[in-house]
């Protein structure tokens, strides 16, 4: 059994509609639905926002503080690791990647929801 107490994934949004990170959604989901995600874990889950909110970059937070109850804000000394982790990926760093870094909503705040079994449950049913 795992020992997690708190996991922070992924949305079925994917953050940018990456199948990727959408694949990561609903391998938790199925850790839900089959039981082997810790009982006492806490899961939450990344939002997903629309194309103009992901890059007012802070100009986000007003909307953040109003739309979210649950905030995870970057300091300085993150968002530059984040940078040099993206930057060691050569292949990533195309054109956008590089207006992401600078203008992202991510790069400062993130906003979170907790979810539940109930809640997977319902997600995995707006899929079928």
């Known amino acids: 059994m795992l020992d997690v107490d708190t996991l922070v994934t992924f949305d079925r949004g994917g953050v940018s509609s990456h199948v990727n990170h959408s694949a990561v959604f609903y391998a938790v989901a199925y850790m839900f639905v089959e039981k082997i995600m810790p009982t006492r874990c806490t899961v939450y889950t990344l939002d997903s926002v629309n194309i103009l909110r992901k890059y007012l970059g802070f100009f986000d937070l007003p909307l953040s503080f109003v739309l979210s109850s649950k905030r995870y804000f970057l300091r300085w000394t993150e968002s530059r690791r984040v940078v040099r982790a993206m930057k060691r990926h050569k292949s990533q760093m195309v054109w956008f990647r590089h207006l992401y870094v600078?203008?992202?909503?991510?790069?400062v705040i993130n906003t979170l929801r907790r979810i539940s079994l109930t809640d997977i449950e319902l997600e995995l049913e707006v899929d079928d």
Not at 102 to 107: E, L
């Open 102 to 107: 600078c203008f992202s909503r991510y790069m």
